[in-house]
C-alpha cells in the first residue's frame, strides 16, 4: 500500500466539526514527532462521530470520538458484567 | 413483578457508571479482495493464526491465512457491506465460545450465539475453539461403561466413558438414530450431552430438538448447530465448538458425551474452505492436513485421571459411506477412533435395525468398559453369532442337515431376532443382562422367531410388575452371582410355563 513510501506517511484525521489550521498542524507535528516520520495529513469531516477525534494512520487508528464511547457502551451494557440482573 | 421505573433507571444509571472505555488504539488493515467468503487484507502484521477479526460491517472474520503481503480471512458472517479499502480490526482474540451450566438445555450456532430465541446465554467463562488435547500423563484408562442402551452395542461392541467409537454407514441405516438413542438412555445416569449438527437442514435439526425435548433430554443436552446454510467456516469450526463446551465439564471432573453428526460434511466445507483459500488440494481434492483436522478434534475425547478430576469425553462420531465404499475420510476417521460400528444398508432393509454388522464392528476397549454380568452373558453370542453368519448359506438346505447345524442355525436366528430394537426405547443394563442370558441359554428354543420379540415385550413386563427386585440387584452388583442367577432361573422358568403364544 502508499501509506508509508520511504520516510512520508499520509493520516487521515476525521472529527465531526471543522478543525482550525491551526489545530492541524498542531496535530501534524505531534504525530510527526511520534512516528518519526514527515506526515502529509488529509482533513474530513463526519458528523456522525458526535464529537472528537479520529485519526487513521499506518495501520493504526486513534479513535476518541464520542460516536465509538457509544458502541463500546452499548456493547458493555449487552454483555454479562453491565446486564441488568434481576430486571 | 412491579417494574418501578425508578429502579431500573437507576440501575443503568450505575451501569453506565461502572463502565470506563477501555482501548482507543486498534491495529487496522484494509481490504484488497473480497469474494467466495474469502477476503484478503493487508496491513495487520500483528494478526495471529486463527485470531478473530471485525469487519467495518460487523461481521466477525478468522485468521487461516498469513502470508508475506497480505493475510487469508475466512467470513464467519455475511459478506454484504463489506468494501474494498475498508477496515478491518484486530481483536487481540482467538475464536472462542462461551461455555458453562448455562449452555445446558440451549441450542447455540458455531460461535455460541444462542439461535432457540430464549434470549442470551448468560456465562462467564469462554473458551478458544482449538486446544491441545491432554498429554499422555493426565489421561486415566477407560474402564467405566457408557450404556447406549442398545442390546447390540452394549453385548457386543460395547462403548466407555472416555472412548471414541465411530458411527459409520451409508445414508438412511440408522447412525443418527443410535446416537440420538444412546443420548435419550444417558437419562439420570450423571452425563451430560452435546449433539453438533453439521451440515444438515435445519428441518432435521429441529425434530431432533424437539425429539430429545420430548424424551426430555435436553434437560442435560447442548446442541451446536452449523446448517447446511451456514458458511463452510462456520461448518468447519462447529465441532471444535461443541469440543470446547463439552470440556469446560470435562475439567469440572464431569463425564460428557459428544456427538459429532456428521464429519464427513465437515471434511466437505473444510475443503471447499482449502480450495478457495488456494491451498494445494490432495487425495479426493481434500487439502493435506485433513486427517490432522479429524485427529486434533478426536483426540480430546479423553479419560483424565483422577487427579486431574477424573472426568470424561466420549465421542461418537459419523462418517457417511457412498454405497458401502470405505474411501479417503472413512479410512482417516477409522484409524483414529477406538473402533467403529459398521451399519448397513442390506440389514436395514431386511428389516434387521438397528443394522449393525457385528462382524466388522469392533471396540477397541471392548470388556474393559462392561459390567461383569454383561461381559460373562454376552460372551457367547457374538461367536453364536459368527458360527450362524458362516452355516446362514446353508439354510436353504432344510431337512438335509444334521441336528447339531439345525440348533446353531435356529439359536442364531433368534439372537438375531432379539437384537432387534425400536427406536426410541433404550433398554437398561439389567433388563439387556436378563433377555440375553434368556437367548443364551436356550429358553427361547421352542418360541417360533417371529414371537420372540413378543416373548421379550412380556417377559419384561412380568419382571417389571412381579420380581422388580431382581433388576435393583443386578444394577447395584453389577454382577450374576449365584444367588441372582438362581432367582433369575426361577423367574425364567416361571414365565416360561405361563408365556402363551
Not at chain 2, 467466495?36 to 485468521?63: C, H, K, Q, Y
Not at chain 2, 467405566?144 to 462403548?159: C, E, F, H, N, R
Not at chain 2, 471432573?253 to 482449502?274: E, F, N, P, Q, T
Amino acid at each position: 500500500m502508499a501509506e508509508t513510501v520511504g520516510s512520508v506517511t499520509h493520516a487521515k484525521v476525521i472529527t465531526a466539526t471543522i478543525i482550525s489550521l491551526d489545530k492541524q498542524n498542531e496535530i501534524k507535528e505531534q504525530l510527526e514527532k511520534v512516528l518519526n516520520k514527515s506526515v502529509i495529513l488529509e482533513v474530513l469531516e463526519d458528523k456522525s462521530l458526535i464529537g472528537g477525534l479520529k485519526i487513521i494512520v499506518d495501520g493504526l487508528v486513534i479513535d476518541k470520538t464520542i460516536k465509538n464511547d457509544l458502541e463500546e457502551l452499548k456493547k458493555y451494557l449487552y454483555s454479562v458484567e453491565g446486564d441488568m440482573n434481576g430486571i | 413483578m412491579e417494574f418501578k421505573t425508578e429502579k431500573i433507571s437507576e440501575q443503568i444509571r450505575k451501569s453506565i457508571s461502572d463502565f470506563s472505555p477501555k482501548a482507543h488504539v486498534f491495529e487496522v488493515g484494509t481490504v484488497i479482495a473480497l469474494g467466495d467468503g474469502i477476503v484478503r487484507v493487508s496491513g495487520l502484521e500483528n494478526a495471529m493464526s486463527g485470531e478473530l477479526l471485525e469487519f467495518e460491517t460487523g461481521a466477525l472474520g478468522m485468521v487461516l491465512n498469513l502470508e508475506e503481503d497480505n493475510i487469508g480471512v475466512v467470513l464467519l458472517g455475511h459478506e454484504d457491506g463489506i468494501k474494498e479499502g475498508g477496515i478491518v480490526k484486530l481483536t487481540g482474540k482467538m475464536v472462542e465460545v462461551p461455555t458453562g451450566d448455562a449452555l445446558i438445555g440451549r441450542v447455540v450456532n458455531a460461535l455460541g450465539e444462542p439461535v432457540d430465541n430464549r434470549g442470551p446465554i448468560r456465562t462467564n467463562t469462554r473458551r478458544p475453539i482449538e486446544r491441545e488435547a491432554s498429554g499422555v500423563i493426565t489421561r486415566k484408562e477407560v474402564s467405566v461403561p457408557l450404556q447406549t442402551g442398545i442390546k447390540a452395542i452394549d453385548s457386543m461392541v460395547p462403548i466407555g466413558r472416555g472412548q471414541r467409537e465411530l458411527i459409520i454407514g451409508d445414508r438412511q441405516t440408522g447412525k443418527t438414530a443410535i446416537c440420538i438413542d444412546t443420548i435419550i438412555n444417558q437419562k439420570g445416569k450423571d452425563v451430560l450431552c452435546v449433539y453438533v449438527a453439521i451440515g444438515q437442514k435445519a428441518s432435521t435439526v429441529a425434530h431432533i430438538v424437539k425429539t430429545l425435548t420430548d424424551f426430555d433430554a435436553m434437560k442435560y443436552s447442548c446442541v451446536v448447530v452449523a446448517t447446511a446454510s451456514d458458511t463452510a467456516p462456520l461448518q468447519y469450526m462447529a465441532p471444535y465448538s461443541g469440543c470446547a463446551i463439552a470440556e469446560e465439564w470435562l475439567e469440572q471432573g464431569k463425564d460428557v458425551l459428544i456427538v459429532y453428526d456428521d464429519l464427513s460434511k465437515h471434511a466437505v466445507a473444510y475443503r471447499a474452505m482449502s480450495l478457495l483459500l488456494k491451498r494445494p488440494p490432495g487425495r479426493e481434492a481434500y487439502p493435506g492436513d485433513v486427517f490432522y483436522l479429524h485427529s486434533r478434534l478426536l483426540e480430546r475425547a479423553v479419560r483424565l485421571d483422577d487427579a486431574y478430576g477424573g472426568g470424561s469425553i466420549t465421542a461418537l462420531p459419523i462418517i457417511e459411506t457412498q454405497a458401502g465404499d470405505i474411501s479417503y475420510i472413512p479410512t482417516n476417521v477409522i484409524s483414529i477412533t477406538d473402533g467403529q460400528i459398521y451399519l448397513e444398508a442390506e440389514l436395514f432393509n431386511s428389516g434387521i435395525r438397528p443394522a449393525i454388522n457385528a462382524g466388522l464392528s469392533v471396540s477397541r476397549v471392548g470388556g474393559t468398559a462392561q459390567n461383569k454380568f454383561m461381559k460373562k452373558i454376552s460372551g457367547p453370542i457374538r461367536l453364536e453369532l459368527a458360527q450362524y453368519r458362516e452355516l446362514a448359506s446353508f439354510a436353504q438346505f432344510g431337512s438335509d442337515l444334521d441336528k447339531d447345524t439345525l440348533d446353531r442355525l435356529e439359536q442364531g436366528k433368534r439372537i438375531t431376532e432379539i437384537l432387534k430394537q425400536p427406536q426410541y426405547k433404550p433398554l437398561s443394563a439389567p433388563h439387556q443382562g436378563i433377555i440375553l442370558y434368556a437367548v443364551t441359554n436356550k429358553y427361547l428354543k421352542d418360541i417360533p422367531v417371529d414371537k420372540v420379540l413378543q416373548y421379550e415385550a412380556q417377559l419384561f413386563d412380568f419382571i417389571d410388575l412381579e420380581h422388580s427386585y431382581i433388576l435393583e440387584d443386578l444394577r447395584l452388583r453389577k454382577e450374576l452371582t449365584e444367588e441372582i442367577e438362581q432367582k433369575l432361573i426361577e423367574i425364567l422358568k416361571e414365565f416360561g410355563k405361563n408365556f402363551i403364544i
